[in-house]
């Protein structure tokens, strides 16, 4: 899929995702629903979903709303790409996750990722948002501009 045919997506994605989530402050219902439409939009994406900084354990991240495969449950700060885009409150990009250094293999078909932080209104880091593709090199700064933009439209206003 090229940047053009992405960002035609994208903009329907968050046209969509804008209207159904008006009005919304529940994160859950607004995470369940940010990945359900993400990953119907897309056919690249094979695992959609957010995981959650943990408020009872400092620095660890558990499973949140999500489409697709099993998910990890708990992913500590610092430790694969998640754990990496938290600690960092960078987006991680990552076209090859087997060469990603801690990658964690919550499902071996996944092979590349794009994790993006999720800030609220504070600018505290409330999760992550994170893609898998069963394709190498599925992510670009197309996705990663489409998908900071719609997080920080949702969270942080």
């Known amino acids: 899929m090229n940047a053009e045919q ?3 997506l994208y903009q ?10 008006e009005g919304e402050t529940n994160v859950t219902a607004l995470m369940a629903t940010i990945s359900c439409i993400l990953a119907q939009k897309f056919d690249y994406y094979f695992w959609t979903g957010f995981y959650i900084v943990d408020p009872a354990k400092e620095n ?3 499973v ?3 489409q ?6 708990r992913i500590p700060f610092g430790r694969g790409v998640c754990g990496t885009a938290a600690a960092t409150l960078k987006t991680q990009v990552v076209e090859d996750v087997h060469a990603f250094p801690g990658h964690i293999a919550c499902d071996s078909r996944s092979n590349s990722e ?9 600018g505290q880091l409330i999760a992550v948002l994170d893609v898998d593709s069963v394709e190498a090199g599925s992510f ?3 996705d990663r501009i489409a998908l900071e933009t719609l997080m920080q439209r949702i969270f942080a206003q």
């Open 6 to 8: 992405k960002q035609v």
């Open 12 to 21: 329907e994605a968050e046209k969509e995702l804008i209207s159904i989530t």
């Open 60 to 62: 660890e991240l558990v």
């Open 64 to 66: 949140g709303p999500y």
């Open 68 to 73: 697709g495969t099993l998910g990890c449950l």
């Open 114 to 122: 794009i994790v993006v932080p999720v800030l609220n209104a504070q």
């Open 140 to 142: 670009d700064d197309t």
